[in-house]
């Protein structure tokens, strides 16, 4: 509850901070028979549906799994239903203007880890985008590009981030090569794209120094970042 106010875990606020009566999402989330009422991302769409994440698989007694799109007063949207297998989290959802929506998930199929869903909910297999990596945020850029943020990383000598393209393709053009330390253990939480184009990253950023009197951290709580990804 939110102030002794029965909400399923999730409320919509006013400015002042008092609830909105007009959102109701009932129960809320469960896994099999018992509540599930934490949440991993939410992102409100143009249209004011809003897109709730989480590790569930019904949403209000409507089977969803792990992610479930709101209408404007929190009744489960029948029209967008997700297909999205149990394995793994969904971590990250990113709207885009055409009602499709971009997926980052924590664990799970490779396939799965970031994928484009249509306004419907089907996967839209037009999208290339694919990471051995957990994805842990995302953002979208002016031009249509797609940040994306790793939590740890395989690459050496890499920033936890990519860019795709806006057909998931890799952008080549970007290059977030990080020489100053071992970055492997870091974890990329958000992104800011400046209107320079400069991209602002937060997040855990573990640099490590190894040497003979051991290894040495120094942890950055954010970046910023040219266009390039230099």
């Not at 919509?12 to 009566?21: A, E, K």
């Not at 489960?76 to 499709?100: E, H, K, W």
Request: a negative charge; glycine letters at 12%; aromatic letters at 8%.
């Amino acid at each position: 509850n939110y102030n002794s106010h029965a909400c399923g875990g999730l409320v919509c606020l006013f400015p002042d901070g008092t609830i909105d009566p007009s959102f109701a999402i009932g129960p809320g989330a469960a896994y099999g028979s018992s509540p599930y009422l934490s949440y991993t991302a939410l992102a409100r769409q143009a249209d004011g549906r809003l897109l709730v994440s989480g590790s569930f698989d019904s949403f209000n007694g409507q089977p969803r799994s792990e992610l479930v799109r709101l209408l404007p007063d929190g009744t489960v949207d029948s029209g967008f239903v997700p297909v999205i297998s149990m394995s793994g989290t969904v971590s990250a959802v990113l709207p885009m203007s055409d009602g499709s929506v971009i997926v980052g998930k924590l664990n799970g199929p490779y396939n799965e880890r970031i994928m484009r869903l249509a306004p419907d909910g089907s996967r839209d297999t037009t999208f290339l985008g694919s990471t051995s990596n957990n994805v842990a945020s995302l953002a979208l850029q002016p031009d249509g590009k797609i940040l994306v943020g790793f939590d740890t990383l395989v690459w050496s000598g890499h920033l936890p981030i990519m860019r795709l393209l806006p057909n998931g393709s890799p952008d080549t053009s970007f290059s977030p090569v990080w020489t100053n330390g071992d970055m492997s253990t870091s974890t990329a939480y958000t992104f800011v794209v400046q209107p320079d184009g400069r991209i602002l990253l937060g997040g855990y950023l573990n640099e490590q120094h190894s040497g003979s009197g051991g290894t040495m951290v120094f942890v950055h709580a954010a970046i910023r970042l040219e266009a390039d990804g230099s």
